[in-house]
């Protein structure tokens, strides 16, 4: 049987053994299938893994089950699950993402295998127990490995990311996202897949990142959105020697090249499993500079880096096929997502800012204004 490691607050039911907490649920006589399970593989420790963590909304397509709690509340909803407790849940947004990642895992297994620098994905649910089980299922028919569950039951969030030593998190909550970003975690919004995703990539992870208030900082956004384009142009040209300071999904960007330099250490650079690509509405000529300079002054690279200068982003990532995209803005999130590109949105910046509440009510949660 696999074993799950929860940081959920234990209770009397539950049994304590050597710090891992057993939830009452995981002893049941559960409806698993041991010919289901994957092989059984150790978790590698949280500081030397790269550690993301995924909320069971976006992995999984959980949106039946979402609308039965809203319009008829928690009794209906569990009652729901448990009758459904044998039926998987069908991938979410995450999931080709999260197989990606395993998917390079196993290559690294390869390579190196007693190195603990690998992939762990931890699902954070704040389900109840009974939902556990119906997740666990659905995790071993897809036969995905993640060993961790962290079911934040309603307590702090940001303490079991900090626990955990995330390295990006991914929610359906904006809420969350949020705070998590104000934590200092890199986070994003996933939303419902779109209607027709591109096809992705089942060897190679491939992730592709906005630059402003993403990768970098969004002191340069606050230019163009104070002064407009001609005076961000003028401002990126002056400073061009001059870094950008960090945005929330730097770190990321690192952990994964972190990973890419063990494959190069090894000769496989043609052949590495991880891509990554800088795609920016900057243009080349006038302010690219100051984005590829930053990136080598961190000692950084992304395999391909593009500059739309200002042209959509949607066409250029549907020939990218990335398993996720990064940026700030919904307009671009949006142009992604109506080409088939699983987009997730990074809330922070000057953008988030910048929308009056009275130009859409508050309903867009400040994103109406995203135009750059
Ligand atoms: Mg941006």
């Not at 995905?144 to 039951?153: A, D, Q, V």
């Not at 997730?344 to 929308?355: E, I, N, R």
């Amino acid at each position: 049987m696999t074993s799950v490691n929860i940081s959920q607050t234990p209770t009397s039911q539950d049994t304590i053994t050597k710090g891992t907490v057993r939830a009452s649920w995981e002893g049941t006589d559960t409806l698993l299938n041991p010919s289901v399970l994957t092989k059984h593989l150790k978790s590698p420790k949280p500081q030397n893994a790269i550690t993301i963590a995924v909320s069971s909304r976006v992995l999984f397509s959980m949106n039946k089950e979402q609308q039965i709690y809203e319009q008829k509340g928690m009794e209906d909803y569990l009652k729901y699950q448990i009758e459904h407790e044998t039926e998987p849940f069908s991938p979410g947004p995450a999931f080709p993402f999260v197989k990606a990642l395993e998917a390079v895992n196993a290559r690294l297994r390869e390579l190196y295998p007693e190195s603990e620098e690998l992939f762990d994905v931890v699902l954070m649910t704040n389900n109840h127990a009974h939902v556990g089980l119906r997740l666990i299922n659905t995790i071993n028919h897809h036969q995905l490995f993640i060993e961790r569950f962290c079911m934040t039951g309603g307590n702090s969030l940001i303490g079991y990311l900090k626990a955990y030593q995330t390295n990006l998190y991914l929610s359906a909550d904006h809420m969350k996202v949020r705070e998590a970003l104000e934590a200092g975690i890199a986070a994003a919004t996933m939303f419902n897949p779109p209607e027709k995703r591109t096809e992705v990539s089942e060897t190679q992870l491939r992730v592709a990142f906005d630059g402003d208030a993403v990768l970098f900082s969004d002191e340069s956004e606050r230019i163009f959105k104070a002064h407009g384009l001609d005076k961000f142009f003028e401002h990126e040209k002056a400073h061009e020697d001059m870094p950008l300071d960090h945005g929330p999904l730097k770190g990321f960007l690192e952990s994964l090249g972190k990973l890419q330099k063990k494959f190069y250490a090894k000769g496989q650079r043609m052949d590495c499993p991880i891509r990554t690509y800088l795609v920016t509405s900057r243009s080349a000529a006038s302010s690219g500079t100051r984005a590829l300079k930053t990136l080598r002054s961190w000692g950084l690279e992304t395999d391909e880096a593009l500059f739309l200068a200002g042209a959509p982003k949607g066409p250029m990532l549907d020939k990218i096929r990335p398993h996720i995209f990064f940026d700030d803005q919904m307009f671009h999130v949006e142009g992604a997502a109506q080409l088939g590109t699983v987009a997730a949105h990074v809330p922070y910046g000057v953008t988030q800012k910048w929308a009056p509440e009275e130009a859409c009510g508050g309903e867009c949660l400040g994103y109406c204004t995203d135009t750059k």
